[in-house]
RNA sequence: GCUGGGUUACUCAAGCGGUCAACGAGGGCAGACUGUAAAUCUGCUGCUUUCGGGCUACGGAGGUUCGAAUCCUUCACCCAGCA
């Protein structure tokens, strides 16, 4: 079991979870916030920090950990799930082709702008991450077996382009060993098994840092699909680090940290605190943790803190009542106060020494 | 005192003879949220029901009409202008 990562000269223990900072910050918190509630690493978006500020400025500034004023660990997500979260939302937004995520802009939509896989790469040096993201081109749940195999076959070729690419930046940028950032790919194929073998495989062969597992795949209760999480980390090898991207609740963490997996990031944390949905101790401690919706009426009046349990900014120094009232009113504090909470839930979770299947 | 304008569900506010238990917004309630165009989105929101309906409701009271939140009379209150 990989322990620890150490980049640039620099160890973080493992495993981590990392909040999501789509676009430079985890919404309504600063980097003080988010040391406090123990947060010790995040995830960036290439993609969407690429489109604004953009590459020249994240150069002109020294990175987006200048920028943020955080020394944590960031990783930089490529862009390849806008593809699959952008684009099959907004009929003409954009396209994706063997060359790369195609867009068009512009008031007659008349700028085409391709983010090609090299595009990616060299605008996650610029925003001088830690792991660097391999673009790769996220299966549909829905997907048939045409687009599972297009999917996987862009995925791997992508990679390789990536993988030279970063070759290329090291040299550019004349990085030694401990100076340069880890480099990821991403499986793709969803839940077939031979498409998803297959890209494993030639990833391998190409040779990463780490692998990720990509897509998700949940099951009729609404959560991950464990046998699917645990089948795809058995498709590389312990030696090399796995990030579960986009998951999960804490108790699915939880449960992939057992599984083999050593880095997580979610939006999940931050944006059910923003909807008022709270992972709170269970006071019966018959679950690892229970939701408490604070947008309802009956903590109108209740002082009790927040999770008697945690020690939070949070929970140390405000009551539900206040919470709800907060919330109520509309307050942007309300998002801060929240996300605290959530994500030092999740941060503390991810800590604790995964629990075996018997 | 006169002349206009108003009074609609928890609140604001449409409606101006039937398709109105009544548009819309807010509030309230419930649900959703998993590499963030999500501080967002979706329902429900008079009472009751054997889910066919029944009952009570658009300031109060009368009236016209087959039928009224909508038209008429009158009373009450609010607003504006003139005395």
Sequence with gaps: MIESLTIKGKTYPLPIFCPDATRGVVKGLDTPDLLAAGVEGM??????????????????????????????????DSGGFQV??????????????????????????????????????????????????????????????????????????????????????????????????????????????????????????????????????????????????????????????RYAMGFGKPDEIQAMIAQGYQIFDCVLPTRDARHARMYVHDPQKIKDYIFLNLNKSQYTHDRQPLDPHCQCHTCTTTTREYLHHLYKIGDDSFARLASIHNLHFFVDTTKKPPVRNP
């Design 43 to 76: 995830i960036v978006n290439t993609w969407h920090l690429n489109h604004y500020p953009g590459r020249d400025f994240l150069l002109d500034c020294g990175g987006i950990k200048k920028l943020m004023g955080f020394d944590g660990l960031i990783i930089s």
């Design 84 to 241: 699959h979260s952008l684009f099959q939302k907004i009929p003409g937004f954009g396209k994706i082709t063997d060359r790369g995520l195609v867009t068009y802009t512009g008031p007659k939509k008349q700028h085409k702008i391709i983010f090609r896989p090299e595009d990616s790469i060299r605008m996650q040096f610029a925003l001088g991450s830690d792991i660097v993201i391999c673009l790769d081109d996220f299966t549909p749940p829905s997907a048939t077996r045409p687009r599972i195999e297009q999917s996987v076959e862009r995925t791997v070729s992508w990679a390789k382009r990536c993988r030279q690419e970063y070759d290329r930046q090291i040299k550019y940028w004349r990085l030694t060993d401990h100076e340069r950032p880890l480099i990821f790919a991403v499986i793709q194929g969803h839940d077939d098994w031979e498409c998803r073998r297959w890209c494993a495989q030639e990833l391998l062969k190409i040779g990463f840092d780490g692998y990720c597992l990509g897509g998700q795949k949940f099951n009729d209760h609404g959560g991950v699909d464990l046998d699917w999480s645990a089948k795809n980390a058995q498709l590389t090898p312990d030696d090399w680090p």
